[in-house]
């Protein structure tokens, strides 16, 4: 890549990194000015069930979460405390749960995330609380009798506050993501709508029946020995398929060190092209299993040649005539009997057809191919270069991928917001 393109792309970096630095601080500003006010307006009372909620905060950190599908999908107890506070500590304490429970995440966080993570439970758990007692959910919930008066003092005003709490989280998340990653708050939103939607609908569920039993049952903080368990076993099920996933990626990346092995000019080429797919496919607002099968596509794009000679493939550009034509459909075929990566198998067929210059089938191929093979071969034209180690510029490589069926205007734009992103990635 010239160095001018990659000054650049520096410099749009540390513009992304400003902005999201000063987003973070004023999350952080909000949060710690609404939790202030709550408590200088309401004051907190530092009882029994205050200590119970720091001491589920602590263990919210102990347990940790589990993430799944490269971080989309997250089961944590966090939002089930926050959800709980609100109606059982009120404002001033659900700001204060918030401001601890928010850093309190196990592994390697950077600190700007942790901040903003204050910042925003914070501000979900003032803004859930206030929501809660605006709906007509009591303060004190003890003297809250029968089945109806229960489902309409408790369980309603919950809902909302629950439903108000996703939305303002989805949100901050969204803007957080827009700066940092340049992800349009769109395509986020939509992503976490599919995903943690449902889980903070099951999320208020719990935190409902927590704050039954504990005061109009009576309980108290015994309560909690009543939910905890179960969600113990639902978290400890659902890290046997985070696992499971895992163990997918695992396979890829094995595949690829096959290739990379074939290929030792290519080392890197498939992390950086699936990395690029990722970026573009989410900056088209697509679908995230839609995501996942292109990223997949570009991670396995070349598996085809490991069923090629060895000197065929290292004495030749991958780009060339006779035998290495046919190694995207040989990859493909390679793949066709594992379920899990049927979404990506046209993509890898047909990433060639995609940039070769005049191909008459081009209107015909799917936006999966025309992204994997965008990203190929711009990481092939500036990174990996030709046999003879020539590397085109950041220019020069668009202007050649211009007069390929791939090389439409929406998405060389896509893939210049797509290195953007990257290189605000790599600078942290």
Request: overall charge negative.
């Amino acid at each position: 890549m010239s160095t001018d393109a990659s000054r650049a792309e520096g410099a749009a970096a540390r513009r992304v990194g400003h902005a999201t630095t000063a987003y973070v601080v004023l999350v952080v500003a909000v949060g710690l000015g609404l939790t202030a006010t709550a408590v200088r307006v309401d004051g907190i009372v530092l009882d029994a069930s205050f200590g119970v909620m720091v001491l589920l905060a602590v263990l919210t950190w102990w347990l940790g979460s589990v993430e799944v599908d490269n971080d989309r999908v997250q089961l944590s107890f966090a939002s089930i405390i926050l959800l709980a506070s609100m109606a059982l500590l009120g404002p001033a304490g659900a700001g204060v749960i918030g401001i601890i429970v928010g850093p309190l995440q196990r592994g390697q966080l950077p600190l700007k995330a942790r901040f903003f993570n204050t910042g925003m439970s914070a501000i979900l758990g003032v803004s859930g609380a206030a929501i809660y007692l605006a709906a007509g959910g009591p303060r004190d919930a003890e003297g809250v009798v029968g089945t109806w008066e229960i489902v309409r003092q408790i369980g309603i005003p919950i809902l909302v506050a629950d439903l108000a709490q996703a939305l303002v989280n989805l949100v901050l998340i969204a803007g957080v993501v827009r700066l940092s990653q340049g992800v349009p708050m769109r395509t986020q939103m939509g992503r976490l709508l599919g995903t943690s939607g449902p889980a903070y609908l099951g999320y208020g569920v719990i935190a409902f029946i927590m704050v039954v039993l504990w005061e109009p049952a009576g309980l108290g903080p015994a309560s909690v020995v009543l939910v905890l368990p179960p969600l113990v076993v639902a978290q400890w099920a659902y890290r046997q398929y985070a696992e499971e996933v895992t163990g997918h990626e695992r396979a890829l990346e094995v595949l690829v060190a096959a290739v990379e092995a074939k290929a030792p000019h290519l080392i890197g080429h498939s992390a950086r092209v699936a990395q690029l797919c990722a970026h573009m496919a989410e900056h088209l607002g697509l679908r995230p299993q839609v995501v996942a099968d292109i990223r997949t596509g570009g991670m396995l794009h070349d598996l085809g040649l490991t069923a090629l000679p060895t000197a065929l493939v290292r004495g030749s550009g991958i780009g060339g005539v006779g035998a290495l034509r046919h190694y995207p459909a040989r990859g493909a075929d390679l793949l066709v009997d594992l379920s899990f990566l049927s979404g990506s198998l046209d993509a890898i067929r047909h990433h060639r057809d995609a940039v070769t210059p005049g191909i008459s089938t081009g209107d015909s191929l799917g936006l999966p191919a025309l992204v994997v093979g965008l990203a190929d071969e711009y990481d092939l034209l500036t990174e990996v270069g030709t046999p003879d180690g020539i590397r085109l510029s950041h220019d020069e490589a668009l202007a050649v991928l211009r007069t390929t069926p791939a090389g439409r205007e929406d998405l060389l734009r896509t893939l210049e917001q797509a290195l953007t992103r990257r290189a605000s990635v790599a600078a942290g």
